[in-house]
Structures are given as C-alpha cells and as structure tokens.
C-alpha cells in the first residue's frame, strides 16, 4: 500500500481521536441512565418510548447540580440474549451506570445476573417476576411498582372473598404465566376457594382462545383467571364476551393501555390490580399532565410511573453518595436508595425494602362503564387497596440470599 | 354422558366446530397465497401484514369515516388490494423469472416495514373494533353455543373459497390465467395483456387477505403484530395442500383447523405445533403435497 501524506494524517487524527472518545465514556461527572425495554414488540405500549420519556421528565425535574444526566434507550426484542448483550455492552464500553425498566421476566433476569455480576444499578419496572427480590435478588437490585405476588394476592384475594371461589386458568405456557398461575392458585385456596382446572397454551404464536374458554365454561368454574399479558389478553377477554361466558374474569396482570386497546364496551366491570392510575390524586394527575404532552396516545400506567419515580429516588441517591461513589459501585447507590424515604408525584411517600423492593400500596380497580366514563382515559374505580406493608410478599418468605448475612 | 379418550363428547362436538372456524380463517389466507404462487410464482411473506391491513382500514373506516362493517367487508378489500395492486407494480414486478428467494425476501422485507410504520402510528396493544349488532347473540346448536358472528365467518369463508375455485376452475377468465401460468408468451399471443392480469391477480389475492382480515377484526385483538402470528401456519397450510394448489389450501385450510381445535382438547401446549408435525408427515409422504402435482 503506497502510505500518502493523507492517509498518514488521516490515520493519525483517527488514532488522536480514540482516547477522546473513551475519556467522554467514562465521563467523571456524567450519570448515565439506560432504559431498555421492548419497543417493537407486544410490550412496546406498556413500556417502550413512554418509559424513556417518563425517565426524561425525571432528570429534567430533578435538576442535577454538579453532574448530568444522560438518558439513552435500547430494544431488547424480548430477548434474553439480546438483553444481557446491552446490558454488558451498556455497563462496559459506554459507561452506562444504571438500567431501567426491562420487562419480560426472562430478559429481566438474565440482566439481573450482568448487573450483579459487575456491581451496576439495576431498577427494574417492567417484569412480573418476584424472583428479582427473592431467589436472585442482588444489593444492586430495585424492583418497583408491580410484582406476581403482588397481583396474585390482590386481584387473586379479593375476587374470592366477593364470591368468586372456583376457578379455572388460562395461562401463557412459559415462565412468568406458570408463576402467576401458582401464586394466585395459593390466595385463591387460601382463602377458601378451589381451582377447577387450567389450559396452558403455546406462548407466542396463539390468537384463538375460543377453544380453552369452552373447556373453562364446561368446568362449571365462577372465575376465569387470565395468567398472560398484552395482546393475550385482549383477546382472551374479547373472544370471552363474544362467547358470553358466564364467569367473572379476573385478568392476572393487566395494565390501561390493555383496557385503552379493548374499549369499554368490552373491558367494563373487570377487574385487575395496579400500584399507580393517573386518576388517583391530584399528584397523580399533576404528573400525568407533566408527562402527557410526550406521549398523548399512551398515557402513564403503572410501569412508566414506576420509570419516573425510581429515576428521581435514584439521582437523589446519587446526589447523596457523592458522582464517584455512584459511578464505582451500584450496590452503594441503591443500598442509599434504600436508607432514605421516597417521595414522589406518581407514588407519593414510601420506602425500598432491604430486598430492593419498592414499597407501597397495590390498588385494585373496577372499568368502569362506558356510562361512568367522563373522559379519555377514565377508566378505573377503586374498589379497594392494600397499605404497603400487605401488599407485598413478606421479606422471610423471599428466600433473597444476601439479607441473611 | 359418551365419552371419547375420557373427554366428553358433547365438548369434542364444540371443539371440532371451532376448529372449523380457525380452518377458515386458514383456507381464506392459504387460498390467497395459492393463487398467488399459482400465477406470480411469489411466495408473499407479506399476505399477514396484508391481512393486519385488511384489519385496521376496517377499523379506520369506521373511526374516521363512519363506514360499518358491511360496507368494510367491500371497500376494505378494495383498498388494501389497491395497496397491493401499487405494491406489484412498483416492486415485485421488477423480481418476474429471477429466482423465488428474491420474491421472497422482498415481500418479507415489505412486511417488515408495513407492520413497523404501523406500529410506530397505532402502537403494538392495537385498537378496538365491536361485533356488528346484527351478528351479536348466541346461536344454539344443540351440542354448544356458538356466538352468531363466528357461523358467520364460516358461512362467509366458505362461500369466498368456492366462488374463487369457482372462477378460476371453471370461467373463461380462469381458463385465461390457468394459461397464462402455464404458457405465459403464447397467451400474450393471443392478445392477452399478460402483465396486467399478474399485477390485478395480485391484487385479488391481496384482497382475500384484507376480506380475512375484515372478518377478523371484531374476534381477535386488531394490531399491528396480528398477521405475523398467523402467517407461519398458513403457509404450513399451503405447502401440505401442495404450493399453487388451490382446491388443496381450501380443504388444508379447513382440515388442520380441525386437527388443532382436538390438539386443544387433548394436549393443548402443542397446539402451535401440531399443524408442523402434520407438515413433516406428508412431507415425507407426498414430497409435492397433498394436492400437489409432482414438478
């Protein structure tokens, strides 16, 4: 190769411009936030943009001083693969110091070994699992807003002690249905009630239900429990009103953006369990106004609330320990998120458990009718709610290693 | 009460009719893919976004428009087979006597963008879309209750497939476009403008697949993911019925909702599949099909 005086340069200037880049990726005084969820996918309204925009409006409010934030976003396509490669590539090369979000229980557990694995904060939202407090619960762990527990006792629990006591379960067959599905068959037999029987069915790939609804009316079954999520279930229930099923549906896991997608019509007079409604006071609807203006079409469900609020606690934790402290290690951060009280517009006051569990109430909601409805996205009414000490499991039947020693 | 392998025989009866009505849901869509390989030689990857299509002006047509769902089961069609009609002319025509790969990645690459601008614009939890009143209530069959509106996807499904075999088996304008698959040059002799019927060919199988999508828009969750979870198992459909066959994607069609419908009964984790198993097996057996000409 004939070395010219421009391809010297050239070179040269590249090989100048190297070091720059790597000093501005592990920039002293900037945190950097990465919010990676689905995008593309059937978890793309419940999390997706909205969650990056929720984390925005978080840095924006909080008005760091003496260090900035940035947030970046990524698409996980639902993948545990692809996830755990962000995340290294996130908390190695770019100098990302937390991750946020991350649902789909699968993707959200195998991040949790990366994370604690190279000691990075980890808040995770959007996955159902309550295994990210128990068995592989980690120091640099939060799990904020919702977990299967959590639904499992709330949703679970009250449609028995209103008469609801047979059930049969339709359930997604991977992980995080078979999880739902046993943990709310513990509160429904609890309390006195019977499961009838269940159809696990391929997960993806499945749009027709009519033939599991038959096997659940000829049950003879009061309620019909719904283990899945997203476009599932919206399927599920209408194909369950088209038949003119009799039983009550109790939807497992099931989030406004859902109720938005079916319609009143045919969503009024279920129930189901979120920790947030935009509704709920007027703090909550001073945040969703905030918010509203990113994303007009998906208004804020439990999951980007929970992006808000965790985004806040975290950079007040950070403002506390100090940039250097934060950057070096995310168990020290989230062990300060930990040893202060939370405060916020979308969930107001509470507190994270020593098993990074985000404390505070699970509210189950009625949809209301089309009737009841004033505006848009008025869709709830509160039937009842647990205080944050109820709602969630108990921190000794976690099994979470690191709270023993 | 008769009992069949310990289930009872009254919710077989239901389960089989159900069946039925995911069959027709396949024969419609396999029926539109056959026609399609039959005269284009394209395997469309992109029928499931068609059908998503099909789908969403349904439910447009009513949100913006105010136009019901009879109207829709017309104009819907229509549109999204116009869509596809600009669709052939602009890109698959360009692929005509390359290899089908090219056909093949080209229409799947469509259907990767279709549903991606579709789902940056309606977002991935979809829209609703209500039964229409005349069709709501139960029909009582004696052995189960089937909601009115799914008799009459069958009813409807099957009518469409018969009057398509109809046309293209037994019309002077089917005899035409058997030939011109067949003998394409020699028709054109004939003064038959042989790249218009390919691109308007396209277009009807485009529309069969935006008809399924109408008929599926009040049962199933309209979004923009839709078409991609159904479109493995039709063409499944296609290939045990033996590609371009057109009277085997119907019977197919039909035949593997039912085999699916029992696999629900029996063992329901398989029921995805179930469909593949039956490919393997006739694969194996009648390597060009089960209506399939040996090539």
């Not at chain 1, 993707?107 to 128990?134: H, M, Q, S």
């Not at chain 2, 009609?85 to 259907?111: S, W």
């Not at chain 2, 063992?267 to 390597?287: D, H, K, N, Q």
Request: glycine share 10%; proline share 4%; charged share 15%.
């Amino acid at each position: 190769m004939q070395l010219s005086r421009r391809l010297l340069l050239g070179t040269a200037a590249a090989t100048a411009a190297l070091p720059v880049r790597r000093v501005r990726a592990q920039d002293k005084t900037t945190i950097k936030i990465g919010v990676l969820n689905d995008q593309s996918g059937p978890y793309r309204d419940t999390g997706g943009r909205s969650s990056y925009y929720c984390a925005q409006q978080a840095v924006a409010e909080f008005q760091a001083q003496g260090f900035s934030v940035d947030v970046i976003i990524a698409d996980h396509q639902n993948k545990p693969d692809i996830g755990a490669g962000i995340a290294r590539q996130w908390y190695d090369r770019d100098g990302v110091d937390v991750i946020l979000d991350v649902p789909t229980s699968s993707v959200a557990l195998a991040i949790a070994g990366v994370a604690r694995e190279k000691d990075k904060a980890y808040l995770n939202i959007g996955a159902a699992t309550a295994d990210l407090t128990g068995k592989q619960c980690a120091p640099c762990i939060v799990h904020w807003s919702y977990d299967t527990y959590m639904l499992a006792k709330s949703t679970g629990g009250a449609t028995v002690r209103s008469g609801g006591d047979s059930w049969y379960f339709i359930t997604a067959d991977y992980a995080f249905g078979h999880q739902l599905q046993e943990q709310t068959t513990r509160f429904v037999t609890a309390a006195g009630g019977k499961v009838l029987g269940s159809s696990a069915y391929p997960f993806p790939g499945t749009t027709d239900f009519s033939s599991f609804l038959l096997q659940a009316q000829a049950s003879g079954a009061k309620v019909l429990g719904l283990c899945n999520a997203g476009a599932d279930t919206v399927n599920s229930i209408k194909q369950a009103k088209e038949f003119g099923l009799q039983a009550r549906i109790a939807a497992m896991l099931m989030f406004i953006t859902d109720v938005h997608a079916l319609g009143l019509d045919v969503a009024q007079g279920l129930t189901l369990t979120e920790s947030f409604y935009w509704d709920l006071n007027d703090r909550t609807r001073a945040f969703t106004e905030r918010v509203k203006p990113r994303t007009p079409n998906n208004w804020p469900n439990m999951i980007h609330a929970g992006c808000y609020a965790s985004t806040l606690h975290y950079l007040k934790a950070v403002t506390q320990i100090g940039v250097a402290n934060a950057k070096q290690s995310g168990a020290a951060v989230v062990a300060a998120m930990k040893a202060m009280p939370t405060d916020d517009d979308a969930f107001g006051k509470g507190r994270i458990r020593e098993d990074g569990m985000a404390m505070f109430p699970s509210y189950l909601f009625q949809v209301k009718t089309p009737a009841e409805s004033k505006g848009p996205w008025d869709f709830y009414k509160q039937v009842s709610s647990y205080g944050p000490d109820e709602a969630w499991r108990p921190l000794a039947e976690g099994g979470c290693a690191f709270i023993k020693t | 009460m008769v009992m069949i392998f310990g289930k009872p025989l009254i919710l077989l009866y239901g389960q089989l009719t159900l069946g039925l009505i995911n069959g027709a849901f396949y024969a419609l869509l396999s029926l539109g893919l056959a026609v399609i390989f039959g005269l284009l030689n394209v395997i469309n990857f992109a029928h499931g976004a068609l059908f998503m299509l099909g789908a969403f002006v349904t439910w447009g047509l009513l949100q913006y428009l105010g136009i019901g769902y009879w109207a829709a089961l017309v104009i819907a069609p229509i549109i999204v087979g116009a869509f596809g009609v600009v669709l052939e002319k602009l890109l698959i025509q360009r692929l005509h006597g390359l290899d089908h790969l090219y056909g093949l990645l080209l229409t799947f690459g469509c259907a990767l963008v279709i549903e991606g601008l579709m789902r940056n614009e309606f977002g991935s939890s979809g829209v609703p879309y209500a039964i229409p009143s005349a069709l709501r209530g139960p029909l009582n069959l004696g052995f189960m209750v089937l909601p009115l509106y799914r008799a009459w996807v069958v009813v409807a499904a099957a009518v469409v497939c018969l009057v398509t075999w109809l046309l293209i088996e037994k019309t002077r304008l089917g005899a035409t476009l058997r030939a011109a698959t067949e003998n394409a040059p020699l028709v054109q002799a004939f003064g038959v403008n042989v790249p218009r019927l390919v691109t308007l060919t396209y277009g009807a199988g485009v529309g069969l697949a935006a008809f399924a999508g109408v008929l599926a828009a009040p049962m199933n969750s309209v979004n923009p993911n839709m078409g991609s979870n159904l479109i493995v198992v039709v063409f499944a459909t296609v290939v045990i019925g033996g590609m371009g066959s057109i009277l085997g994607s119907i019977v197919t069609g039909f035949g593997l909702g039912i085999v699916e419908g029992l696999t629900k009964v029996y063992y329901p984790e398989g029921s995805a599949t179930v469909v593949f198993v039956v490919m393997v097996i006739v694969l194996l057996l009648r390597p060009a099909g089960l209506f399939g000409r040996a090539a």
